[in-house]
């Protein structure tokens, strides 16, 4: 089995920074793309950033120059830096993992964590 645990959300005021963690752990053979997706309520979850193994990083453009995604792959951890947060991102944020194990290849999700920002 494989577990994703996500560390970093919190209150913050507007125009401040988060920076999220997410690592995976478990029947790990290797992890492709690691993205943070965003979900608030009676909205759709949406993709914000994703960082494949090869290097590629996509962002919704929303975040586009204001959130930074990295990964440290011997740790298999992937990071979101966020920056000149606004209301709008306020969310609850998942972190994604495509994971090869020894028997299967499939996403897993992590638990969430609740970003909120005041204005």
């Known amino acids: 089995q494989v577990q994703l645990v996500e560390s970093g959300g919190g209150l913050v005021q507007s125009g401040g920074s988060l920076r999220l963690s997410c690592a995976a752990s478990g029947n790990i053979f290797r992890v492709y793309a690691m993205a943070w997706y965003r979900q608030s309520p009676g909205k759709q979850r949406e993709l914000v950033a994703s960082f494949t193994l090869g290097g590629t990083t996509r962002y919704a453009d929303s975040v586009k120059g204001r959130f930074t995604i990295s990964r440290d792959n011997a740790k298999n951890t992937v990071f979101l830096q966020m920056n000149s947060l606004k209301p709008e991102d306020s969310a609850v944020y998942y972190c994604?993992?495509?994971?090869?194990?020894?028997?299967?290849?499939?996403?897993?999700w992590g638990q969430g964590t609740q970003v909120t920002v005041s204005s």
């Open positions: 994604n993992a495509e994971v090869i194990s020894t028997t299967q290849q499939r996403d897993y």
